[in-house]
């Protein structure tokens, strides 16, 4: 009778590969991190180092800035007014209607601003941008530019990267004033409130500082949306699911970014709730 050979169980190989696959998932966002710093660094030597490409940054800026105009206005435009029509209707409950545009003024240049078209810019031009670049990776044009001596980053994400750093702050700006109209149509116009104390209230209680505050967390929302959505199509592969897979997480990332980045800041400018 032939001895029989002892076998290890199968089952004793997968706890292995579980704690590998833990590791991996658990290094996974400091690796993306790490890209992200790379890449950054790069794209801001990109900014100051020969060639200057100015048709780049024009181009960026109106796909950016221009482009997303209308998005911005019309989601500033309903945000205001449900702030208008829900605010009013629970400050007349305690007497406190006429301070609606003085809380519409501060959530707005403060908060909703900024994030709010953060979130539209990385969903309108942040997905295209990680398409274009990911269709450029997978389709190789990305290896022709270092075959002619052209570094891609300076090239393709440099303009990018520098338009969303100034242009998300202008479109912030619009989106409050768009917002600020349709909180003040809402409120006097449908729900009686006095125009006069509305503006007057909103003039008294908003000052300089709040809109500066808004505006620093756009310019870095923009700069953070861009990198991200630049990162995705820049190193995406396998074939057009690669690319349709880059475009989602350059959305979803930018998304969490966003909120993440906006604790930070908030936390930093108060000096309360970072350690």
Wanted: charged share 15%.
């Amino acid at each position: 009778m032939a001895e029989t050979e002892l076998k290890p169980p199968k089952d004793r190989a997968v706890p292995k590969e579980l704690l590998e696959s833990l590791l991996i998932r658990l290094a996974a966002p400091f690796a993306e991190v790490g890209i992200l710093t790379r890449m950054c660094v790069s794209a801001l030597r990109g900014m100051v180092r020969p060639p200057f490409r100015f048709a780049n940054y024009v181009s960026a800026v109106e796909f950016i800035g221009l482009g997303s105009v209308f998005l911005v206005s019309l989601t500033g435009l309903f945000t205001g007014a449900v702030l208008g029509l829900q605010l009013v209707d629970n400050f007349r409950q305690v007497g406190l209607e006429n301070q609606t545009s003085a809380v519409v003024g501060f959530a707005l240049s403060r908060e909703l601003g900024p994030v709010f078209t953060a979130l539209m810019v990385s969903s309108r031009a942040g997905s295209a941008m990680a398409a274009q670049l990911g269709s450029m990776r997978v389709s190789h044009q990305i290896d022709a530019l270092k075959t002619m001596a052209v570094h891609p980053i300076q090239y393709l994400v440099s303009p990018r990267v520098a338009a969303g750093f100034m242009v998300v702050p202008l479109l912030t700006a619009v989106f409050n004033v768009v917002a600020m109209v349709g909180a003040w149509f809402v409120s006097v116009k449908m729900l009686g409130l006095d125009s006069g104390v509305f503006l007057g209230r909103l003039q008294q209680m908003l000052d300089g500082e709040d809109i500066t505050q808004g505006l620093v967390k756009a310019a870095i929302f923009g700069f953070a949306v861009c990198l991200i959505a630049c990162r995705q199509g820049y190193y995406a592969s396998g074939g057009a699911e690669g690319v349709g897979k880059a475009t989602n997480q350059a959305v979803v990332h930018s998304a969490i970014a966003i909120l993440a980045l906006d604790y930070v800041i908030t936390a930093i400018i108060i000096g309360q709730g970072l350690f």
